[in-house]
Nanobody, 120 residues
Framework: QVRLVEAGGGRVQSGGSLRLSCAASGSTLSIYTMAWYRQAPGKQRELVAT???????NYADSVKGRFTISRDNAENTVYLQMNSLKPEDTAVYYC??????????????WGLGTQVTVSS
């Protein structure tokens, strides 16, 4: 069984910063691409950032230059540093991971999400 647990959400004023973390536990033999998604009220879930096992990153245009995704492979943890936060960044942020528990193909896992609220 694989679990992804997010932490670090909260309420911050516009222009502030937050750092999210996502720890993978359980049968995590191999962790491939990790990602952060977000879902605002009444909107579809959208991709925020991805990071491969080798450290290559990709970002949504709306967060480029403000957010930084990183990972600690030894700790099975991925981070999202969010700077210059805007009210439109308000959403539930979800961690996603492509994780193999054994010799089979990796499966797609989700965390339960952490709320980020940015006030103007």
């Amino acid at each position: 069984q694989v679990r992804l647990v997010e932490a670090g959400g909260g309420r911050v004023q516009s222009g502030g910063s937050l750092r999210l973390s996502c720890a993978a536990s359980g049968s995590t033999l191999s962790i491939y691409t990790m990602a952060w998604y977000r879902q605002a009220p009444g909107k579809q879930r959208e991709l925020v950032a991805t990071i491969t096992s080798g450290g290559s990153t990709n970002y949504a245009d709306s967060v480029k230059g403000r957010f930084t995704i990183s990972r600690d492979n030894a700790e099975n943890t991925v981070y999202l540093q969010m700077n210059s936060l805007k009210p439109e960044d308000t959403a539930v942020y979800y961690c996603n991971g492509q994780i193999a528990s054994g010799l089979g193909r990796p499966k797609n896992y989700w965390g339960l999400g952490t709320q980020v609220t940015v006030s103007s």
